[in-house]
């Protein structure tokens, strides 16, 4: 009886992980990782997640690796200069301020996967660590989602992020 019990809580609290797919460290709360399927050709993978810091201070996301799909893992930022959208690295990572929910999302702050090592497919997941300066490190899921609508098309946000890739 015992047993089966926590093999039920064990399923149940694997259900409720599966589907809010967010992760705590300490004061922070990160809430779905996601990725985009890649097109063919594709040098590079975006990332995008919500933060949270539900703590008193300030902290930062450092860096992220995940050595199953990039050796190179930056995080950037989009932003309009002189009417032209342009991505740059934030070499000093991403403040998420206390109390604040920083949301990284295609067109603003992001994550880049560099010379990802397969093309990412929707609906399969790959493991990454994200860390924070204060709060330590942090193991999560990234999902794959639907490749990015228009992509391909030679629209500006889509060119600036296949051009860079290197
Ligand atoms: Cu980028």
Known sequence: MKRILASF??????????????FTLGSLEIDHPA???TLPGQPVGG???TITNKGTEAD?????????VSDDVQLHEM??????????????GIEIPAGAT???????????????????KEGEKF???????????????FTIGAAR??????????????????
């Open 60 to 68: 930062r996301l450092v860096s992220i690796t995940a050595p199953d």
């Open 102 to 120: 920083v949301e990284l999302k295609s067109g603003g702050l992001h994550v880049m996967f560099m010379r990802i090592k397969h093309p990412f």
């Open 149 to 166: 609508p228009g992509a391909g098309q030679g629209n500006g946000a889509a060119a600036g992020h296949g051009g860079h890739g290197g």
């Open 79 to 92: 932003a309009v200069e002189n009417d032209v959208m342009k991505m740059r690295q934030l070499p000093d």
């Open 9 to 22: 809580v064990a399923l149940a609290l694997s259900a409720s992980a599966a589907f809010a797919h967010d």
């Open 127 to 141: 493991k990454a660590t994200l860390t924070f300066e204060k709060a330590g490190a942090i193991d999560v899921d």
């Open 35 to 37: 990725s985009r399927a």
């Open 47 to 49: 990332g995008f997640m």
